[in-house]
């Protein structure tokens, strides 16, 4: 670990364990490990269709849910080996926006209070009036005007309202990360790229970073830096969003991709992509080699019984495949 990553994952994996004696059990992340600079604010994306892993791993980076194995190191720090007040710290700098607009709300309470809540349990002001101003500059860093929002219960506002509310209510702390769970998926498309754009805002006139949960990579490539695809848990592809979106290496993301509409009513889809039908549940005593191999259009023998380790096929991109990697 060094001083210029902000945020280091090592070897990462969470596995629930479920039935009589818990003998049955679902790996929900294996073996993932990256990290995110210090310096540079950026905009990290996971992506991977449901029961990936994706928001496990956001979940166990906030600290909802312990690990099975490997780390969660902020600033060089275990989370899970924290003080009471490194701790209250890293809550503090590292938040989360989540998918449901509405569901993140109260619906007894007015809106105002999902920013007295943080003002009061960090002690970010002395009196009314200096926390008054602090939800009026945070609402503005995010387009609202309090005199629009505050006062008026959830169901009085859009749902894009309300997502820039969870917006100015992580502004207020003034975090160094944010991790966004499909935070656009549940909100009209016309609005979505005022979310979007909303980010990036923040990460270039204000040094936030992002980790950005999402299954739509239309969004990720227009957002991000850098992309992690998962699939089952494991990481298939990941590096420099343009390496990975225009030079694909991984069979599974090049079904991804290729199953993206082009915006051209000249340029039609030829054939129909279909995968092979994948079990829900991952059991971790029926997986030896590679995760996508019931599915690989590739695959051979080797793919079953051997685990593909992740690769480095160019700067800043790498593939976990034994195929491509041979």
């Known amino acids: ?46 992506a991977g269709e449901s029961g990936s892993g994706k928001t496990t791993i956001a979940r166990l980076i906030l600290g909802f849910i312990k690990p099975t194995s490997g780390e969660i190191l902020y600033r060089g720090r275990n989370i899970w080996e924290m003080d009471k007040n490194e701790w209250r710290k ?35 002001a002395e009196t009314r009036e200096e926390a008054y101003d602090l939800i009026v500059k945070s609402l503005e860093a995010v387009g609202l005007r309090a005199e629009e929002v505050l006062g008026k219960y959830p169901h009085q506002l859009s749902g894009g309202q309300r997502q820039r509310l969870m917006l100015a209510r992580a502004f207020l702390l003034r975090p160094r990360l944010i991790i966004a769970d499909e935070p656009v998926s549940m909100i009209d498309a016309s609005l979505r790229a005022n979310i979007l754009n909303l980010m990036l805002d923040l990460k270039d006139k204000l040094g936030v970073s992002f980790i ?10 227009y957002v991000s830096n850098r992309i992690m695809i998962l699939y089952r ?16 290496v991984h069979p599974y993301v090049q079904l991804l991709l290729d199953s ?9 889809w030829r054939e129909r992509i279909t ?33 593909p380790q992740l690769v480095e096929v160019e700067e800043n991109h790498w593939v976990a495949c034994l195929k491509t990697n041979s």
């Open 233 to 248: 848990g494991v990481i298939t592809e990941m590096g420099d969003i343009d390496k990975v979106v225009y030079n694909p």
């Open 260 to 268: 993206i509409p082009v915006p051209d009513p000249e340029e039609r």
């Open 212 to 221: 950005y949960i999402t299954h739509d990579l239309s969004t990720a490539h």
């Open 1 to 46: 670990m060094t001083k210029k990553d902000l945020l280091e994952v090592r070897n990462l994996t969470k596995v629930f364990t479920r039935g009589f004696f818990g003998k049955k059990h679902t790996v929900a992340v294996d073996g993932v490990s990256f990290r995110l600079p210090e310096g540079e604010s950026i905009i990290f994306t996971i």
């Open 90 to 124: 890293y809550r503090r700098e590292v938040q989360a926006i989540f998918q449901d607009p509405y569901g993140s709300f109260n619906p007894l309470h007015k809106v105002d209070h999902i920013f007295w809540i943080p003002i009061r349990k960090f002690k970010l």
């Open 275 to 307: 995968l092979p039908k994948m079990e829900l549940e991952v059991e971790e005593e029926h997986i030896h080699g590679c995760k996508f191999y019931e599915r690989c259009p590739i695959a051979n023998d080797k793919c079953r019984n051997t685990k």
